[in-house]
Antibody, heavy 123, light 107 residues
Framework: EVKLQQSGDELVRPGASVKMSCKAS????????MHWVKQSPGQGLEWIGT????????SYNQKFKGKATLTADKSSNTAYMELSRLTSEDSAVYYC????????????????WGQGVMVTVSS | DIQMTQSPSSMSASLGDTVTINCLAS??????LSWYQQKPGKSPKLMIY???NLEDGVPSRFSGSRSGSDYSLTINSLGYDDEGIYHCHQYYEYPFTFGSGTKLEIK
């Protein structure tokens, strides 16, 4: 059974950073890409970026460059996202989502999602 | 960036009805379009990929179609379990983008 287990909810101070994890199980971690998606309260979905663990390649939405850093640890089948210099605009639920990789190395749709991490930025 | 214009933003329908949700892409995305269902407090669930392909385990009451840059999700024989927010998503090119969502309420 494919499972993406994300770390717990976070309450962080403005200006701080937070690093969240997404532990994958039930499939070969390096056969898929991992995306990260933001959902602000009552809002739609925003794509943050993706990492292809096999070749350690990342691609970011320009809007999140400098805000988000994606990494992956192949030895523990875990993807990470660090968000820096947090403000109230970063308060949201963050999802990791697995994606098949199509011919040519481009990630595809999101077939499995983690349960989400709620980040609250407050002093 | 590719804009995905989704409509309607919300709708209400009765048990057994057929409803259609639409997404218009601002440029050609081929069939690189997926649909997700999201229930309150839950993560999105893949329903349709490749514009018309039904994900395993999704009831055949759900179907996807394409006409040019217009993509549609149709749900036949609505049931209470179909209530939620539906999102379209293009994965043709970076940055991947989503529609603004359609909230479906069952009367």
């Amino acid at each position: 059974e494919v499972k993406l287990q994300q770390s717990g909810d976070e309450l962080v101070r403005p200006g701080a950073s937070v690093k969240m994890s997404c532990k994958a199980s039930g499939y070969t971690f390096t056969d898929y890409a991992m995306h990260w998606v933001k959902q602000s309260p009552g809002q739609g979905l925003e794509w943050i970026g993706t990492i292809i663990p096999l070749i350690d390649t990342t691609s970011y939405n320009q809007k999140f460059k400098g805000k988000a850093t994606l990494t992956a640890d192949k030895s523990s089948n875990t993807a990470y996202m660090e968000l820096s210099r947090l403000t109230s605009e970063d308060s949201a639920v963050y999802y990791c989502a697995r994606a098949p990789i199509r011919y040519g190395g481009y990630p595809d749709y999101f077939d499995y999602w983690g349960q989400g991490v709620m980040v609250t930025v407050s002093s | 960036d590719i804009q995905m214009t989704q409509s309607p933003s919300s709708m209400s329908a009765s048990l057994g009805d057929t409803v259609t949700i639409n997404c218009l892409a601002s440029q050609d995305i081929g069939n690189y379009l997926s649909w997700y269902q999201q229930k309150p407090g839950k993560s999105p669930k893949l329903m349709i990929y490749g514009a018309t392909n039904l994900e395993d385990g999704v009831p055949s009451r759900f179907s996807g179609s394409r006409s040019g840059s217009d993509y549609s999700l149709t749900i036949n024989s609505l049931g209470y379990d179909d209530e939620g927010i539906y999102h379209c998503h293009q994965y043709y090119e970076y940055p991947f983008t989503f529609g603004s969502g359609t909230k479906l309420e069952i009367k």
